[in-house]
């Protein structure tokens, strides 16, 4: 069973802090590693997608690999009261099978 | 990104009808859609996988004959949720894979079910 853990959270930080979300999984062989934003009520956004190991930034968004750890996180910088919203982590399966793997989302509020 | 759409965003129907909705992928051809559901303030749960041309590969615990998947191009799958009962409501999402410059998968709006 693989398995893709994320604290539900929520996890509050004022605006303009640097709001940390992380990630862990099961399957060592996974390769694809994806961040989802989901807004209440709507659907999941892919925010940002990494395969190697270290750090990929994009904008305000920075996400980091580790495959050793089987860890992979997300850090949003001068974080904004739009980014409140359900953060999800997702891994794509290992062994030529696409179908990746969602966690449960942790649940960021940035606060004025 | 590649851009999903789906139909209808919401419909209420009464027990014992049949729901179909559509997925769409509109700049792209996806060979591979998924379905997924997603309670209030839960996780998304995939339920299937869609393949054009061929049958919906169907997660443990998904019942077949009441989720009826169709994926006749390649460009449309469409999910009928068969004799809808108020426990099928939900926010059942589309995702279509897609090769752009990595393997990723991007979802549709969503069709929020109540069946009264």
């Known amino acids: 069973q693989k398995e893709v853990e994320q604290n539900s959270g929520p996890l509050s930080v004022p605006e303009g802090a640097i709001a940390s979300l992380n990630c862990t999984y099961s399957?060592?062989?996974?390769?694809?590693f994806f961040w989802y934003r989901q807004y209440s009520g709507k659907s999941p956004e892919l925010i940002m997608s990494i395969y190697s190991n270290g750090d990929k930034e994009d904008g305000r968004f920075t996400a980091q690999l580790n495959k050793a750890s089987q860890y992979v996180s997300l850090l949003i910088r001068d974080s904004q009261p739009s980014d409140s919203a359900t953060y999800l982590c997702a891994v794509g399966a290992s062994g030529g099978s696409y179908i990746p793997t969602f966690g449960r989302g942790t649940s960021l509020i940035v606060h004025p | 990104g590649a851009v999903v759409s789906q139909h209808p965003s919401r419909v209420i129907c009464k027990s014992g009808t049949s729901v179909k909705i559509e997925c769409r992928s509109l700049d792209f051809q996806a060979t591979t859609m998924f379905w997924y559901r997603q309670f209030p303030k839960k996780s998304l749960m995939l339920m299937a996988t869609?393949?054009?041309?061929?049958?919906?590969?169907?997660e443990q615990g998904v019942e077949k004959d009441k989720f009826l998947i169709n994926h006749a191009s390649l460009t449309l799958s469409t999910l009928t949720v068969t004799s809808a009962h108020p426990e099928d409501s939900s926010f059942y999402i589309c995702s279509a894979r897609v090769y752009l410059n990595s393997d990723t998968q991007y979802f549709g709006p969503g069709t929020r079910l109540t069946v009264l």
């Open positions: 869609s393949n054009e041309g061929s049958k919906a590969t169907y």
């Open positions: 399957d060592r062989g996974s390769q694809s």
